[in-house]
């Protein structure tokens, strides 16, 4: 056996299924919205984890406030939320609790404004949902929330800063064939987010299920007065994002940095996406370095670098102050929704290679361990 297959049996011998299957468990609790409370209690929870283990760890904290840019990327406010509900309460015969922030947190519109009051609820039903002006001909949405299933980000624009409408009332659930099909899941909310544009108006949006905006469909096209109370308690405010960096130091006298990334964030209970990621690059930093402490595995030649961030964000954020770094960064790894089923999800196993304009012996080495 050559030393190429040992190192892999001795990596085998030492990684632990179980133990990512826990660390996703775990990860899972928190609420991981970028630049947020939740997002920061992970953050210091995997710094423990990476500690316990013999790691050099730390967390890196960087602004999150709007005014500041990372290079040419837009800084955004930290958020917080403490409650949201929403109420149908007309018709009067039909009054139910449609969302719950507190039992689930993705029945909010991320990013969501405070708000407290009733309001009136109108269909956008055009061609696009309330994403092309053709939508709102005839429709008066002031004051109103409106009901869509079109691109959130796009309908805050037309509906809310240029026609005034309150807030969002969302009921998408997009389709993925064959594996989800329209009319799938028909109790299940898609995550949704106001991203933080820089200048945008603030609105706050309720994520209800497809068989709820059904429902409320129904009613508004049978002519119907459809009212619903909501309340949202909100803020946004100049905070902090954090990245999480932890190193197995390399022997080389000068050495290059190989990096193994994987995005933190995202809502609780998202596992996949991606505290699988997450949990896969901690067991294997857990894993190497206590081969390489243990003496079953040679320091490695070149440091190895893991950063758990905010997606895009926090990649943005570490690097925008290393310019001089970049050089020694020699290659890396990104781990991003490894967890699901091939079987049960009709998914394929995806891995994603720089063009040869940036060639490297990374995507070789992977086809390889692939192999």
Known sequence: MNRYHQTLASIWEAVSGAGALQNVID?????RIQASPGYRR?????HRALLQAGLEAQVLSYPAEERLRFWAWPGF???DCSEGTLHLVAPEAEAALLADYRACHLSLIQRSASFDGEVEVVLLEGTQDGEVEADYAGLDVAGKVVLTRGNVRRVRELAVQERGAAGILYDGLRPVPPVRCEGDLAAARQYTAFW???GAGRAFGFVLTPRQGLALRRLLRRGE????????????????????????????????EILVTAHLCHPQ???NDNASGVAAALEAARAL?????????????????????PEMTGTFAYLSGRDADLGSMLAGLNLDMVGAS?????????????????ASFAPELLALLRD
Request: aromatic share 8%; hydrophobic share 45%; charged share 20%.
């Open 196 to 198: 933080s544009d820089p």
């Open 289 to 309: 370095q206590g081969l390489i402490l243990s003496g079953a595995l040679p320091r490695p030649w070149h440091t190895i670098r893991f950063l758990w961030m």
């Open 342 to 358: 091939q079987d049960q999800a009709g998914s394929a196993w995806l891995i994603e290679r720089p063009p040869d304009a940036a």
């Open 269 to 271: 209970p998202s596992a």
């Open 42 to 46: 992970a953050a210091q929870w995997l």
């Open 77 to 79: 406010q930290e958020w």
């Open 225 to 256: 007065m459809v009212r619903v109370r909501a309340r949202v308690l909100a803020e946004e405010y100049d905070g902090s994002l954090e990245v999480v960096s932890a190193t197995i130091p390399g022997r080389a006298g000068r050495p290059k």
């Open 27 to 31: 990860l899972s609790r928190f609420h």
